[in-house]
């Protein structure tokens, strides 16, 4: 689940809306839009009303797994409607957050302890042995930067590391959103030369046509054998 700003006209004005997108893998390997929909902010409150219009109007009963971003609070609203669903929140985002606090001259050497952090790839990698790996993170740091801890409290920690229940094959996968990512890459280059839209009906039925050739382009790219078997670890 993601969301990405178009310009659209309401009345006289125009301003920057959000568009919520959520796409979903099915079990033939194919890429499925879900949800697509416009709000004039994204809040957990807004992602509220996509995961109700998912849970009773399109009849999505179970979800193994939802990938996002760190915004606030939308774990409760994901459980609430999904109580079963792991959440994984986007690794990359919280890397670029730590990054957009760091000197210039340490940015090099913070980088690399976060990509050492996150990597958790191998069969014995663990949630315990990852923790261990942020605490020793934390300590080098927490002299030059004391609010570093601020970024991983501990009611959202494990929302970082839930690709590690998941196979190693699968992990790269699913522990951030360049998935949809590369999926906004391409409306943003397909609306680049519209200055606007002057209707919500418009702005989505496009968004809509671009995502339906995404779709075709690229249900090949994920292993089929992975998807249809990504059994959880323990």
Not at 40 to 49: C, F, K, L
Not at 171 to 180: A, D, E, F, L
Not at 194 to 205: N, P, Q
């Amino acid at each position: 689940m993601d969301a990405m700003y178009q310009t659209l006209r309401r009345g006289d004005s125009y301003s920057k809306e959000a568009v919520h997108i959520a796409y979903g893998v099915t079990e033939d390997n194919r890429r499925e839009i879900l949800s697509l929909s416009v709000n004039p902010t994204e809040s957990a409150n807004s992602w509220e009303e996509v995961l109700k219009d998912l849970k009773e109007k399109r009849g999505v009963e179970n979800i193994d797994l939802i990938i996002a971003d760190g915004l606030p609070n939308l774990e409760d609203k994901i459980h609430q409607y999904y109580p079963k669903a792991i959440f994984q929140k986007c690794v990359i985002h919280k890397q670029r957050q730590i990054l957009l606090k760091t000197r210039p001259k340490e940015k090099a050497e913070m980088a690399d302890d976060l990509k050492h952090l996150f990597d958790n790839f191998d069969n014995d990698s663990t949630i315990e042995n990852a923790k261990n790996k942020l605490e020793i993170f934390i300590n080098k740091w927490k002299v030059k930067y004391p609010n570093l801890k601020n970024h991983f409290n501990e009611g959202v920690i494990d929302y970082y590391f839930s690709y590690i229940k998941f196979n190693k094959e699968v992990r790269r996968s699913i522990y951030t959103t360049n998935g949809i990512e590369n999926l906004n890459k391409q409306i943003r280059k397909a609306t680049r030369n519209k200055l606007s839209f002057e209707k919500e009906g418009r702005l989505i039925d496009y968004i809509f046509i671009v995502i339906k050739d995404f779709e075709e382009k690229n249900w090949q790219k994920y292993p089929v054998h992975l998807f249809k078997n990504w059994s959880k670890v323990g």
